[in-house]
Nanobody, 123 residues
Framework: QLQASGGGLVQPGGSLRLSCAVS????????MGWFRQAPGKDREFVAA????????NYADSVKGRFTISRDNAENTVKLRMDILKLEDTAVYYC??????????????????WGQGTLVTVSS
Protein backbone atom coordinates (compact mmCIF):
# COMPACT_ATOMS: atom_id res chain seq x y z
CA GLN A 1 0.00 0.00 0.00
CA LEU A 2 1.05 3.55 -0.68
CA GLN A 3 -0.03 6.68 1.15
CA ALA A 4 0.93 10.04 -0.32
CA SER A 5 0.95 13.23 1.72
CA GLY A 6 2.43 16.70 1.88
CA GLY A 7 0.49 18.55 -0.76
CA GLY A 8 -0.76 22.07 -0.26
CA LEU A 9 -0.79 25.64 -1.50
CA VAL A 10 2.51 27.35 -2.25
CA GLN A 11 3.56 30.51 -4.04
CA PRO A 12 5.61 30.43 -7.23
CA GLY A 13 9.28 30.01 -6.39
CA GLY A 14 8.46 28.22 -3.17
CA SER A 15 9.19 24.69 -2.00
CA LEU A 16 7.17 21.71 -0.91
CA ARG A 17 8.05 18.19 0.15
CA LEU A 18 5.84 15.24 -0.66
CA SER A 19 6.07 11.92 1.13
CA CYS A 20 4.88 8.47 0.18
CA ALA A 21 4.59 5.90 2.97
CA VAL A 22 5.24 2.41 1.68
CA SER A 23 3.96 -0.76 3.29
CA UNK A 24 4.00 -4.34 2.14
CA UNK A 25 7.07 -3.98 -0.06
CA UNK A 26 8.39 -7.54 -0.34
CA UNK A 27 11.55 -6.83 -2.29
CA UNK A 28 14.01 -3.96 -2.57
CA UNK A 29 14.24 -4.73 -6.28
CA UNK A 30 11.46 -2.25 -6.88
CA UNK A 31 11.04 1.15 -8.48
CA MET A 32 9.15 3.98 -6.83
CA GLY A 33 7.72 6.62 -9.10
CA TRP A 34 6.01 9.97 -8.79
CA PHE A 35 3.50 11.01 -11.41
CA ARG A 36 1.19 14.00 -11.64
CA GLN A 37 -2.02 14.97 -13.32
CA ALA A 38 -2.84 18.61 -13.96
CA PRO A 39 -6.43 19.74 -14.51
CA GLY A 40 -7.59 18.72 -17.97
CA LYS A 41 -4.36 16.92 -18.79
CA ASP A 42 -3.12 13.35 -18.87
CA ARG A 43 -1.12 11.94 -16.02
CA GLU A 44 2.61 12.33 -16.62
CA PHE A 45 5.87 11.03 -15.23
CA VAL A 46 7.75 13.19 -12.73
CA ALA A 47 10.53 11.13 -11.15
CA ALA A 48 11.55 7.60 -10.23
CA UNK A 49 14.04 5.91 -7.95
CA UNK A 50 15.16 2.30 -7.65
CA UNK A 51 14.76 1.31 -4.03
CA UNK A 52 17.95 -0.74 -3.69
CA UNK A 53 20.43 1.01 -5.99
CA UNK A 54 18.95 4.52 -5.71
CA UNK A 55 19.26 5.10 -9.44
CA UNK A 56 17.11 8.11 -10.28
CA ASN A 57 15.36 9.54 -13.31
CA TYR A 58 13.55 12.83 -13.79
CA ALA A 59 11.24 14.37 -16.31
CA ASP A 60 12.94 17.20 -18.19
CA SER A 61 10.37 19.65 -16.87
CA VAL A 62 11.44 19.10 -13.24
CA LYS A 63 15.13 18.26 -13.60
CA GLY A 64 17.22 20.51 -11.39
CA ARG A 65 14.22 21.59 -9.33
CA PHE A 66 12.85 18.33 -7.89
CA THR A 67 14.72 15.70 -5.91
CA ILE A 68 13.50 12.17 -5.27
CA SER A 69 14.87 10.14 -2.37
CA ARG A 70 13.98 7.15 -0.28
CA ASP A 71 14.33 6.50 3.43
CA ASN A 72 14.86 2.88 4.40
CA ALA A 73 14.29 3.47 8.10
CA GLU A 74 10.96 5.23 7.60
CA ASN A 75 9.95 3.21 4.53
CA THR A 76 9.09 6.36 2.65
CA VAL A 77 9.84 7.93 -0.69
CA LYS A 78 10.09 11.68 -0.74
CA LEU A 79 9.84 14.26 -3.49
CA ARG A 80 11.37 17.60 -2.66
CA MET A 81 10.07 20.28 -4.99
CA ASP A 82 11.90 23.59 -5.24
CA ILE A 83 11.44 26.66 -7.42
CA LEU A 84 7.85 25.68 -7.98
CA LYS A 85 6.06 27.05 -11.01
CA LEU A 86 2.41 27.61 -11.79
CA GLU A 87 2.54 24.67 -14.20
CA ASP A 88 3.54 22.32 -11.37
CA THR A 89 -0.03 22.52 -10.08
CA ALA A 90 -1.41 18.98 -10.17
CA VAL A 91 -2.46 15.98 -8.16
CA TYR A 92 0.71 14.04 -7.41
CA TYR A 93 0.66 10.24 -7.17
CA CYS A 94 3.25 7.79 -5.97
CA UNK A 95 3.43 4.33 -7.45
CA UNK A 96 5.54 1.20 -7.31
CA UNK A 97 6.67 -1.30 -9.92
CA UNK A 98 8.49 -4.50 -9.17
CA UNK A 99 11.57 -5.66 -10.98
CA UNK A 100 14.33 -3.99 -12.86
CA UNK A 101 15.09 -0.45 -13.90
CA UNK A 102 13.13 -0.58 -17.17
CA UNK A 103 10.53 1.73 -18.73
CA UNK A 104 10.36 3.66 -15.46
CA UNK A 105 8.68 6.61 -17.16
CA UNK A 106 5.70 4.55 -18.31
CA UNK A 107 2.79 4.50 -15.90
CA UNK A 108 1.44 1.22 -17.24
CA UNK A 109 4.52 -0.47 -15.74
CA UNK A 110 3.39 0.43 -12.22
CA UNK A 111 1.00 -1.94 -10.47
CA UNK A 112 0.26 -0.16 -7.19
CA TRP A 113 -0.76 3.47 -6.77
CA GLY A 114 -1.33 5.82 -3.88
CA GLN A 115 -4.38 8.03 -3.59
CA GLY A 116 -2.79 11.31 -4.72
CA THR A 117 -2.07 14.59 -3.01
CA LEU A 118 -2.91 18.00 -4.44
CA VAL A 119 -0.21 20.59 -5.04
CA THR A 120 -1.40 24.08 -5.94
CA VAL A 121 1.09 26.72 -7.01
CA SER A 122 -0.54 30.12 -6.98
CA SER A 123 0.19 33.70 -6.04
Amino acid sequence: QLQASGGGLVQPGGSLRLSCAVSGLTSTDAVMGWFRQAPGKDREFVAAIHWRSEIKNYADSVKGRFTISRDNAENTVKLRMDILKLEDTAVYYCAVKSGTWYRVRFQDEYNTWGQGTLVTVSS
